[in-house]
T-cell receptor
Framework: NAGVTQTPKFQVLKTGQSMTLQCAQD?????MYWYRQDPGMGLRLIYY???????DKGEVPNGYNVSRLNKREFSLRLESAAPSQTSVYFC??????????????FGAGSRLTVL | GENVEQHPSTLSVQEGDSAVIKCTYS??????FPWYKQELGKRPQLIID?????GEKKDQRIAVTLNKTAKHFSLHITETQPEDSAVYFC???????????FGDGTTLTVKP
């Protein structure tokens, strides 16, 4: 039982390049999320998927796209990377059954540097 | 939308002392209040949470208190140890857990 697995752990891009961050969970969770974490700014939601087949914007969606490939997998794509997207990215998932008060389980994070 | 303010941003204590971190929130509909701990270079992990129908919850050396009238909740760590050194985040989700608004974090340093 691996929990939430995200790849790659580290990536260096040049401005304008594209890349996809991959995330998979094996906990049969319904909802998945992508956050970015910048120094002193906590966690900010980029996109989320409440259930398979749905996606929605979070607080900071500009410059990103997502795909909920199936119940297990949720990818984040940067089409044209910019230095402002240098950050640590966390994928997370939650069960979201009934009460709406569920624990977030995070992946280990992906450190992205855009030169 | 929800606004969550967390204080202090940094906190330094001597080993064995207590530490208190406070968060205030704006949305009175929020009903679940988790605290996450993030060690350096690691992922955030839930350490304790409280629901709106409870005023206090304890788990060994950590406790969370909630004041719904004043819209604030606090994390209390007693008998602090060096391994408590980390960044602590509060959150106030409404609806889906992952749509939480997080506080900006408190960096706790426990000096041996």
């Amino acid at each position: 039982n691996a929990g939430v697995t995200q790849t790659p752990k580290f990536q260096v891009l040049k401005t304008g390049q594209s890349m996809t961050l991959q995330c998979a969970q094996d906990m049969n969770h319904n909802s998945m999320y992508w956050y970015r974490q910048d120094p002193g700014m906590g966690l900010r939601l980029i996109y989320y998927s409440a259930s398979e087949g749905t996606t929605d914007k979070g607080e900071v969606p500009n410059g990103y796209n997502v795909s909920r490939l199936n119940k297990r997998e949720f990818s984040l794509r940067l089409e044209s990377a910019a230095p402002s997207q240098t950050s640590v990215y966390f994928c997370a998932s939650s069960l979201e059954g009934g009460t709406g008060a569920n624990v977030l389980t995070f992946g280990a994070g992906s450190r992205l540097t855009v030169l | 939308g929800e606004n969550v303010e967390q204080h202090p941003s940094t906190l330094s204590v001597q080993e064995g002392d207590s530490a208190v971190i406070k968060c205030t929130y704006s949305d009175s509909a929020s009903n679940y209040f988790p605290w996450y701990k993030q060690e350096l270079g690691k992922r955030p992990q839930l350490i304790i949470d409280i629901r709106s129908n409870v005023g206090e919850k304890k788990d060994q050396r950590i406790a969370v208190t909630l004041n719904k009238t004043a819209k604030h909740f606090s994390l209390h760590i007693t008998e602090t140890q060096p391994e408590d050194s980390a960044v602590y985040f509060c959150a106030a989700p409404r609806g889906h857990a992952g749509k939480s608004t997080f506080g900006d974090g408190t960096t706790l340093t426990v000096k041996p």
